[in-house]
């Protein structure tokens, strides 16, 4: 190991050489500047890099406990060694329970070069086990933004999807309707297998249609954006209650006139409306209760059911949808929480906090 620099805390200069000589007969090859106070400590800490601190226990005024203590203050990480010629066992228990790495009496020196190459190769693993936890922060963030932006761009394409089939197929289906009508009342001399053929065609236009409304709206509702979050919410809860006649679905609004960004209010529809289709697929509930109110720093969501529950070992696939809902909360910087109890429903929570001044809608 070559090239450390040490700064030893020692209010004798006797002892700092006595220690850089043992440090270079064990084969280091070390430089060292002692300190005796605390103003130069903080200054040496300060302007220079240092590979371990080495503090004296028993100094009068500013000793290894106080060194400690700033190195501490400081935010730095250094392997740090106290030497002392005499010291309790409780003392010595006390400096190592405040942070210090090692202790080393000074009449056993000897053991000092070994605990600083071990304290060191300690020090350089904690720190890159700091920046491989910097990394893992920023890569989660980066791909929070990314599945954000991807949500972004999906909804985009929904929305103009539906635009499509709701304006344009919309239209051409209408007319196709029309025209057969048209036929149809032109065609009373025609036989009987004409008049139930254009019947037949009446009737398979009228449910394409009907297919086409409900395609588009689950792609994107155009209430959504037109009338806006409470006007959607409460299609939502009347289509659920449409298509699942046997559940009670109550549904309660306390959402007051801010205008909500347009990520938020489609992250609060698309909760709600993937915890509906979960209670109509698999909860066999018979009540469910979707609330959606205003806060001072954002939008409540709760969604309770008094059905089956979630099975205790969620299924490897697909299941109930909860990894996407929780992503869709969290990346808009909001909670996420579960509760089910078997046999006694699931009551899924979210708060969704507003976007904050100048954020990108």
Not at 48 to 64: C, M, Q, S, T, Y
Not at 243 to 268: F, H, Q, Y
Request: charged share 25%; hydrophobic share 45%; proline share 3%.
């Amino acid at each position: 190991m070559e090239g450390l620099n040490i700064l030893l805390v020692e209010d004798s200069q006797d002892d700092a050489d006595l220690i850089l000589l043992q440090l270079a007969e064990a084969g280091m090859d070390v430089t060292g500047c002692r300190v005796a106070t605390e103003e130069a400590t903080r200054s040496a800490l300060a302007e220079e890099k240092w590979d371990a601190v080495i503090a004296d226990f028993n100094l009068p005024r500013f000793g290894a406990a106080s060194a400690l203590a700033v190195i501490q203050e400081m935010g730095i990480d250094l392997p740090f060694i106290v030497v002392s010629g005499f010291i309790g066992e409780e003392a010595a228990v006390g400096i190592l329970k405040a942070g210090a790495h090692d202790f080393v009496a000074k009449s056993h020196l000897a053991r000092l070069g070994p605990a600083i190459e071990r304290e060191m190769r300690e020090a350089a693993a904690r720190r890159e086990h700091r920046r491989a936890a910097r990394e893992l922060v920023e890569s989660r963030r980066q791909l929070r933004e990314l599945s954000s932006h991807l949500q972004s761009v999906r909804e985009d394409e929904r929305a103009h999807i539906a635009r499509e089939l709701h304006d344009q197929l919309g239209q051409m289906l209408t007319a196709l309707k029309m025209d057969v009508a048209w036929v149809r009342g032109r065609s009373a001399s025609a036989g009987e297998v004409v008049l139930d053929k254009l019947g037949d065609m009446a009737t398979l236009i009228d449910q394409t249609i009907d297919s086409v409304r409900r395609i588009s709206s689950d792609l994107r509702p155009v209430m959504l954006d037109d009338l806006g979050l409470r006007a959607a919410l409460e299609w939502l809860v009347g289509d659920f209650r449409k298509r699942n006649e046997d559940v009670c679905c109550e549904i309660l609004l306390a959402l007051d006139d801010r205008p909500l960004e347009g990520r938020l209010a489609t992250a609060v529809f698309r909760l709600v409306q993937e915890c509906l289709t979960n209670v109509s697929r698999h909860a066999q509930a018979s009540e469910v209760n979707v609330f959606a109110g205003s806060r001072d720093d954002g939008i409540l969501v709760v969604v309770a059911d008094n059905g089956r529950g979630l099975p205790e070992e969620p299924p490897r696939h697909g299941g109930y949808g909860l990894l996407g809902m929780r992503e869709r909360v969290e990346v808009l910087g909001g909670t996420f929480t579960i509760n089910s109890i078997p046999g006694g429903g699931v009551t899924v929570e979210a708060t969704l906090p507003l976007p904050a001044e100048g954020s990108a809608p």
